[in-house]
C-alpha cells in the first residue's frame, strides 16, 4: 500500500476524482494518495474548499431564491455547455 501512496496523485487526477472524494466514495488506497498530495499542493487544497463551499452554498438554493434573470442565465450556459460538448 505504501508502494501506491508514493506513487503521488497528479492535479489533474484530484481534479477527476474529487466528487468521489467529498462524498467519500473514493477507495482507501485513493484516498490516501489524495490526502498525501493535499498536503504537498496548496493549489489543490484551496481547490477543495472552494468545492467544498460551493456544495454547501449550492445546497441552500431553492427555485424560488434564484432571481428569473439569474435562472435564464444558468440555462443558456447550461445549454452552450452541452451544445459545445455535443458539437451541435
Known amino acids: 500500500m505504501m508502494d501506491d501512496i508514493m506513487t503521488g496523485l497528479a492535479c489533474k ?3 477527476e476524482i ?3 472524494y467529498l462524498e467519500g466514495t473514493l477507495p482507501e ?3 490516501a494518495r489524495f ?5 504537498t499542493c496548496p493549489p489543490c487544497r ?4 472552494e468545492m467544498r463551499t460551493t456544495l454547501r452554498l ?3 438554493l431553492t427555485v424560488e431564491s434564484i432571481s428569473p434573470g439569474a ?3 444558468l ?5 452552450r455547455m452541452t451544445a459545445s460538448s455535443t458539437g451541435l
Open 18 to 20: 474529487i466528487t468521489d
Open 29 to 31: 488506497r485513493d484516498r
Open 58 to 60: 449550492a445546497g441552500r
Open 71 to 73: 435562472r435564464d442565465d
Open 46 to 49: 484551496e481547490y477543495v474548499e
Open 35 to 39: 490526502d498525501a498530495h493535499l498536503m
Open 75 to 79: 440555462l443558456r450556459a447550461f445549454r
Open 13 to 15: 487526477e484530484l481534479v
